[in-house]
């Protein structure tokens, strides 16, 4: 087909993915066959749009009707209105799209309004499995235009002059990065590696980008090996990511077929390939030492640096490392120059971010802001706000090495430095949005389990401390803990900053502290009141019945798997506190708002 | 792939493909077809196919060829319509697929309107 007057846009990201957009796309295939309008109208499968809370999504250009949560059987409707006679099915637009019945375009939405897009550019956009498409959109054009017009030390500047910083949570600038790997001499060989090891539990801006836009990755994995000089790249990426593997398979595949890999490329000296490592998931191995001994064929344990990876890394070979994110950005960055990316986002934080957006949010999915967005921003015009009407209480940034920021925070500008100064950070770029039906203690703890479990076990303090403040934490929310016991996970916390190996340890801390400088009563609440204001830490609670209310219905006892609610019908009925295990399915059932959780 | 010319060949060779896929539309011109009942019982549809193929022919990435229902003059059908950015909208009636090849050649390309076959033709 050359030339299709329509052309439909399904997303075909994890996402949608789980919400059945594979049935869509089948039966889009099956409806346009039966019309007879194969030949006119094209289907793609793209990646990430963004708004994964209204998958399966669904985009009909030159229109841009933007249809959400489409189901196989809207399919038909949607085929023989809007393909065939040209009138596009307001029903299934997403809400926000439809204003007097005319359809408005997806920028103009809350979502979308106030997002840039660089690293997600091709997201949503091109097909991920078919390189002519990344090629029609300026595709490999940056990788030419280093190849024949620059010289590696002026790609390298071109990168410093940008301000780009590591997305993948550290924030070192990427420059100084590459200038220390292209520094050390080149003896028997180089690496250039990329971290696709997203580990943060609710995070998957790396998986997104993979997804919908594999090369844009390669492209910039092959300038970065020009400018220090490698010839050999590794992808290190999870095996829990098969969509991802798969894409990017695909397109390395396809670039090795156009001679974009391999031998002289552009018919020039350079010669670069890539291959795909597969993690088994382990968190640790998001480390940079530890990714690297992974590669190796060995068990992922970090090692101690000094030697930096770009003087020894990968097989003892100078090593450069760069996240999935970081990456997308350099293609932008060749093309466009780096005085248009400086340009973007804070001074000292140059350019976009994508954050992961999760939790009690209205908009759940993917978004990429300017650098010095405003926490507010994201979570109450992007993200749409908080479901039920609740109250925002804390926003979760940078996973199990981050910390939770409070509503009274709401107002600070995202950037690497303003993150770490109210004790959070960037992090690869989960955010998690918590209301007020959660307890920051029991928060704390569910990161210290994910780190108790994740620690690799070659240093003491991760290993032995870690453990010892999830003790303390279920000490607390047991009822059990002391005034002391607060002091102690203090002290204990900073011991463990300071000493710990690698970086898994010495932010494994993080959520403890930062709940504790902001929550601090809450903590106090359990330890002194034995009580858990929100209601969560079960051993805190308990469930009983307001006589006045209960009609003795005898639907919870009923429903209570453990016969602990007794009583006689139409009188008021009584829990036995024993025998009650608090697992609130009486409260689910009650019509009548009789039982209470205090 | 040896050169950036090569590179260059595929771009545009795609690029009509892709082109599509933005929400600007400060460029593009865009041809509409009354595609209701009336339109297709005049036969909108193979005027359709006529424009889609032209314009696929001659590679105009800022070209989009749309839809629209009933336009409410069925007498006249089958109906297009060119809106060129910054100009006046002007609507073709009773069209052929010929006829939608010329409009193609002549108004989208060299920028000349078909005034014989323009709405104002008819009625005068």
Known sequence: MDFARSTVLVCGGTGCTSSGCQKVMKEFEAQLAAKGLEKEVKMVQTGCFGLCALGPVVIVYPEGAFYSMVKPEDVEEIVS????????????????????????SLNETNFYKKQMRIALRNCGVIDPENIDEYIALDGYKALGKVLTEMKPEEVIDVIKASGLRGRGGGGFPTGIKWMLAAKSPNVIGKYVCCNADEGDPGAFMDRSVLEGDPHAVIEAMAIAAYAINAEQGYIYIRAEYPIAVKRLQIAIDQAREYGLLGKNIFGTDFSFDLGIRLGAGAFVCGEETALMTSIEGMRGEPRPRPPFPAVKGLWEKPTLLNNVE??????????NGAEWFTSIGTEKSAGTKVFALGGKINNTGLVEVPMGTTLREIVEEIGGGIPNGKKFKAAQTGGPSGGCIPASLLDVAIDYDSLIQIGSMMGSGGLIVMDEDNCMVDIAKFFLEFTVDESCGKCTPCRIGTKRM????????????????????????????????????????????????????????????????????????????????????????????????????????????????????????????????? | MKSLAELEAIKNRMKNQVGMRKDDDTNTTRIVVGMATCGIAAGARPVLNALVEEVGKRNLAHVTVAQTGCIGMCKFEPIIEVMAPGKEKVTYIKMTPEKAIKVISEHIVNGRVCNEFTIGAEQE
Request: hydrophobic content about 35%; some cysteine; glycine content about 6%.
């Open chain 1, 81 to 104: 209105e809007h393909l065939l006679k040209g009138r596009v099915v307001t029903r299934l637009l997403y809400d926000e799209t439809v204003q007097d019945d005319t359809v408005k």
């Open chain 1, 470 to 598: 999830l003790e303390i934490l279920e000490r607390i929310t047991q009822g059990k803990g002391t005034l002391e016991d607060l002091d102690k996970l203090e002290e204990l916390a900073y011991n463990i900053k300071e000493s710990a190996l690698c970086g898994l340890g010495q932010t494994a801390p993080n959520p403890i502290l930062s709940t504790l400088r902001y929550f601090r009563d809450e903590y106090e609440a359990h330890v002194i009141d034995k009580k858990c204001p929100a209601g969560v830490c079960k051993a805190l609670v308990s469930y009983s019945i307001v006589a006045d209310k209960c009609k003795g219905c005898s639907l919870c006892a009923r429903q209570c798997p453990v016969n602990a609610i007794s009583g006689e019908i139409k009188s008021p009925f009584v829990i036995d506190q024993d025998k009650c295990i608090k697992c609130g399915a009486c409260i689910e059932k009650c019509k009548f708002d009789a039982i209470i959780v205090q």
């Open chain 1, 326 to 335: 970081t990456y997308a950005n350099i293609p932008q960055i060749i093309l």
